[in-house]
């Protein structure tokens, strides 16, 4: 089984650019999260997708966005790159809402020149 | 105050011995909560979840969770050097569909 599919692996962008991630969930999960890991602290919360309905938001500012395609899938978009949003950045999927734990992609690796 | 509260270690241990993880949380509504381990460069992998106050058991991993003093924590046993990782520590919070993370601590077990 294929699990949460991530592309892509690395980018690199100049600062202003904008970006665009995607994320497949698992076969049948109907959750989406998008969590900002930067080196040597825990995933950050940015957004969460459920049944294509966005469920939450964290702390980010609105140059973040996201959606979540009929088929579940997702794109999260980043515009006008700082030197700040190089990171780790991470999709997870669940059948809910999370209560039962997210499975994580691999994740993309952003890094803004 | 952060929200969840990790020591980031290094905690090191003798293979074969105990692994003691410890994690704190503010938010008193908090209801579900879980332990991921993750290698370096790669993502986190789910060790287990638990709900209910009291102890969880899943092979060599004991989750404990203790609501009146807000902490959770997670123990190894047999400790293998396969399991030198970051572990962290997620709280799914209350009224909310976000995992709020500690910073991890850093596990090696030495061989």
């Known amino acids: 089984d294929a699990g949460v599919t991530q592309s892509p692996t690395h980018l690199i962008k100049t600062r202003g650019q904008q970006v665009t991630l995607r994320c497949s969930p698992i076969?049948?999960?109907?959750?989406v999260s998008w969590y900002q890991q930067v080196l040597g602290q825990g995933p950050q919360f940015i957004f969460q997708?459920?049944?294509?309905?966005?469920?939450g938001r964290g702390n980010f500012p609105d140059r973040f966005s996201a959606r979540q395609f009929p088929n579940y899938s997702s794109e999260l978009n980043v515009n006008a790159l700082l030197l700040g949003d190089s990171a780790l950045y991470l999709c997870?999927?669940?059948f809910g809402t999370g209560g039962d734990g997210y499975t994580f992609g691999s994740g993309t690796r952003l890094t803004v020149v | 105050q952060k929200e969840v509260e990790q020591n980031s270690g290094p905690l090191s241990v003798p293979e074969g011995a105990i692994a003691s993880l410890n994690c704190t949380y503010s938010?008193?509504?908090?209801?579900?909560f879980f332990w991921y381990r993750q290698y370096s460069g790669k993502s986190p992998e789910l060790i287990m979840f638990?709900?209910?106050?009291g102890d969880k058991e899943d092979g060599r991993f004991t989750a404990q969770l203790n609501k009146a003093s807000q902490y959770v924590s997670l123990l190894i046993r047999d400790s293998q050097p396969s399991d030198s990782a970051t572990y962290l520590c997620?709280?799914?919070?209350?009224?909310?569909?976000?995992?709020?993370f500690g910073t991890g601590t850093r596990l090696k077990v030495l061989a």
């Open positions: 997708y459920y049944e294509k309905e966005e469920r």
């Open positions: 997870a999927s669940s």
């Open positions: 076969s049948g999960h109907k959750s």
């Open positions: 997620a709280v799914l919070t209350s009224g909310t569909y976000k995992y709020i």
């Open positions: 938010d008193r509504g908090s209801q579900s």
């Open positions: 638990i709900y209910s106050n």
